[in-house]
């Protein structure tokens, strides 16, 4: 019995020692985690902001999207631009960006290796419209055709003309007037009857129209020129 209380009086002391351990190792982690804390806490998401203008007159662009991506976030951030043209990307995480920019009527834009660092970083981006087609050439001005200072328009080719048999059936015949540009190139368009015969005036003016003439020249060069054709349609034998 003597021999036993020995032991039995050291047995608390051990488990005390082992208390004391789990208690300081629990202060340890707790030391930790605060620390983990702290570094987080001190290096805050960073911001991108700034404005995107019209690359041909520094006009701010309203309505812009802007999408940030870079290996060190997961997924995208976003933003549009306001009337002045102004955005904010927010919450991005240290590392290196790329910035796309697209609103209708623009090129889509791109830039790359913007770093952000825990703090706001600003960016001017500059966008080009969308090419615009180029407007059709003017059409060329005709100008009334005078014998005393022009050189008159010379056929080179007139194709048949058909008398319908409604026409012949109606004995339709006499004097057409027709007024049609004859254009540099030699062809004929534009023509409008001034007097015309019934059942005949579509068919004269497409035989007109598929005519193909040297065209009229003004001090040696090729001109538009009002031109009237005077047709007198007889029946045929």
Known sequence: MIATDPVLQHEPVGNRWIESCLRAAARALCAAAVLLSARA????????????????????????????????????????????????VTMLPPGTYTLSVKREGFLPFSADGVPVRGRRVKVRLQILPEPRPPPPPAAPVAVEFDEATMVGPAIVYAPELEYTQEAIERGVQGQMSIRCVIVHDGSVRNCRVLKGLPLMNTLVVDALERRRYRPATAQGKPVDVYYTFNVRLSLPQ
């Open 41 to 88: 806490a001190a290096q805050p998401g960073g911001i991108v902001s700034g404005a995107v203008v019209d690359a041909t007159n520094q006009a701010p662009v309203a309505g812009a999207l802007i999408t940030a991506r870079s290996p060190a976030l997961v997924g995208e951030q976003s933003a549009v631009t306001n009337q002045a043209g102004a955005f904010e």
